[in-house]
Structures are given as structure tokens and as C-alpha cells.
């Protein structure tokens, strides 16, 4: 059984998951609210999947959809942290567009 993985936000520091210092100022991350994608990748909620998630803060700048960043989040340091950690059992994009478009 791993251990507990750091989600997108605990990660980044970006104050805009669940009772974050800036979720007030910048709306809470649309990654801690999208309940369909909890557990991906262990993650709460969409936590360590944030790479398909629309509105994430990416270098402080709000991001756009999956097409629109997929090349930018795949040179991420916590993609690729939560591509190691979670190795053979890592949910590749297919699956979690699926689960987060419905």
C-alpha cells in the first residue's frame, strides 16, 4: 500500500484547494471539486490528475482545457512526479478525459 501522495495543490502551494489561503481571492481549484475524478492516480478528487482539469493555476496564470496545456503539463514536474510514483498503475489521458468529461 503507498503512502500518502501530495495532490496538485499541496504540491504546487498554490493556495486554491480545499480551505486555501487564495481560494477566496481565485475561486477554489476546479481540481479539489471534481468529485467523478476522486482517485485517480490516489489523488483526492482530481488532485493528482489537474492535467485534464479546465481553469487550473499553471505558473500562476489560469490554464485552459486539456488540449490547450497537455504539452505544457507534460513537461510539469508534478506530472511527471505522479507518473514515477504511481508507475505500471499510472491512469493514462485517455481514461481520465473519459472520467472527467462523463
Not at 481565485?26 to 479539489?32: D, R, V
Not at 485534464?52 to 496564470?61: K, N, R
Not at 486539456?66 to 507518473?83: G, I, M, P, T
Request: charge should be negative; proline fraction near 3%; glycine fraction near 14%.
Amino acid at each position: 500500500m503507498p503512502g500518502r501522495r501530495l495532490n496538485c495543490w499541496e504540491y504546487q502551494d498554490c493556495g486554491r484547494g480545499p480551505g486555501g489561503e487564495r481560494a477566496a481571492e481565485l475561486g477554489e481549484c476546479p481540481t479539489s471539486t471534481a468529485q467523478a475524478m476522486h482517485g485517480s492516480n490516489n489523488g483526492v478528487n482530481a488532485g493528482r490528475a489537474c492535467w485534464v482539469v479546465s481553469g487550473t493555476l499553471c505558473d500562476g496564470v489560469v490554464a485552459g482545457d486539456f488540449e490547450d496545456k497537455v504539452n505544457d503539463c507534460r513537461r510539469c514536474a508534478f506530472y511527471h512526479r505522479v507518473e514515477v510514483e504511481e508507475g505500471l498503475e499510472f491512469e493514462g489521458n485517455d481514461a481520465l478525459l473519459s472520467r472527467y468529461r462523463g
